[in-house]
């Protein structure tokens, strides 16, 4: 099937099935093969427009008696889509690039952080190859900075307990991480930043990334116990 035709196929999918967007079958084949969000668990959505992975990570949640919850951020309000969505899944209108730690582990359940953290976040593509990488570069140590925290920065945390609090990860241990990045060497860089944190990091370039595209996917699994965030 043409590049054409491969657009056509998911687009007319998302249709007949009920999705905002084509991008659900992306988090649809991440969940196949890696299984990241279980019943019960606690998903944020970072870039959440249109909502496509809301209503994966809100199916993957199964029963609605077996509790979890979904929170979408994204620069743009976002109405939580009606299908394949309950009142599990809430949405803020937030630039992620300058949200705090605090104030994020203040939206999770209990206060207490996330089980799995989803960033589709990707910047306005110019069509310069490596301006294009760079910018997505930033949002995918931002994601991964809010996910970990400080744990991950190179320079000294203020002694302000205040300050020191602020730097706490919101991810939880023993959570999994997917960061959406433009093929390049920054993108191997977050990957060698990430690996010693997780039990294991790998690759993955859904079926439904167009063709033209140089979206992948890193995919990080268990926030290691000793990752003290």
């Not at 945390?157 to 920054?186: F, M, R, T, Y």
Request: with cysteine; charged share 25%; glycine share 10%.
């Amino acid at each position: 099937m043409g590049v054409g035709g491969t657009a056509d196929f998911f687009y007319k999918e998302a249709q007949r099935l009920g999705y905002v967007a084509r991008s659900a079958f992306k988090l649809l084949q991440i969940q196949k093969q890696h299984n990241l969000i279980n019943r019960g668990a606690t998903v944020l959505d970072l870039g959440c427009a249109p909502g496509g992975w809301l209503q994966v990570a809100c199916q993957s949640l199964g029963p609605f008696h077996g509790g979890g919850s979904v929170l979408g951020v994204d620069t743009k309000k976002v109405k939580v889509p009606p299908l394949h969505c309950d009142s599990r899944v809430q949405t803020i209108s937030a630039d992620v690039t300058t949200l705090s730690h605090h104030r994020l582990r203040a939206l999770s359940p209990k206060e207490k952080g996330f089980s799995v953290v989803l960033s589709d976040m990707c910047p306005l593509v110019s069509g310069i190859t490596t301006k294009d990488a760079a910018l997505s570069f930033e949002l995918g140590m931002r994601a991964l900075d809010l996910a970990l925290g400080n744990k991950i920065h190179l320079e000294p945390i203020d002694d302000d307990p205040s300050c020191s609090e602020d730097g706490k990860g919101v991810l939880k241990i023993g959570g999994h991480l997917v960061i959406k990045l433009l093929e390049s060497e920054d993108a191997k860089e977050i990957n060698q930043l990430s690996k010693p944190f997780f039990k294991k990091t790998s690759w993955l370039r859904p079926k439904a990334t167009r063709p033209s595209s140089r979206e992948i996917y890193l995919i990080c699994q268990g926030l290691k116990p000793d990752a003290k965030i």
